[in-house]
């Protein structure tokens, strides 16, 4: 692949705006995890995302090492390895214990040996141009499943039909760090950086579909709710005589109404507090 000959500039530029995007997408699952602390339960959210997310950082930054002169993919990797590794923590600190263990042990296999298999393979390679190829490939593959990890509540959004563990945040964000990275892959000449960010914006692009779709369906039901809840208050605040029967079936059709609408809602959350991890 020919070089670029591209001012070192335009590098600097889409290095800092990544680095400025990916901090904001690190930070994105906040709100997942304040829940998390408030509620003491991890309640149907997914700990794979974070995981493969420490891995794929811890990966990069290994692959930065070895490249040398990519300080703005230390800083930025460095980070991540951080406050993933605190997501990882608070999260098996309050899940149930199966899901606990479960977590540990993928922790153990993905993060611990798998990584340390990697490290020490490379290390064998005996070219120092070799090694980073390689590395970088590995990168690659990681990086498209950690912009595809978070496909796996997908199928739980279409399931319940419920966008409320999906955080539209950490889509845009994710979409948006994608173009970012794609360009100083382009610039640098580093086809390793440029070719994930390429899926990771198309997946963003998908993951915002979806959850506009199925929010839009969440207000509407929400919205027939408080209609029903209005209809039943207006017959407690205005009870009707009891001098036809009539009038007295009606009240009970409100009643029955608001009692299916929280029979369904109860139940649509039974469901998603139930969902494997």
Sequence with gaps: MAPFHTPHLLVFTFGILGNIVSFFVYLAPLPTFNRIWRKKSTEGFHALPYLVALFSSALWLFYAFLKTNTFLLITINSFGCVIEFLYFLL??????????????????????????????AIHFIPKPSNRVQVMGWICVTVSVSVFAAPLSILRQVIRTKSVEYMPFTLSFFLTLSAIMWFAYGVFLNDICVAIPNVVGFVLG??????????????????????????????AEVHPVKANGNDAQKDVMIIIK????????????????NQSPL
């Design 205 to 234: 692009l998908v993951q915002m579909v979806v959850y506009a779709i199925y929010r839009k369906g969440r207000m509407e039901e929400e919205k027939v709710g408080e209609e029903v809840k209005g209809r039943a208050v207006v």
């Design 257 to 272: 109404e608001e009692q299916l609408h929280e029979t369904a809602i109860s139940c649509d959350k039974s469901n998603i």
């Design 91 to 120: 999260f098996i600190l309050f899940a149930t214990n199966p899901i606990r263990i479960m977590t540990i042990r993928l922790f153990a296999v993905m993060n611990m040996g798998l990584f340390g298999l990697i490290l020490l």
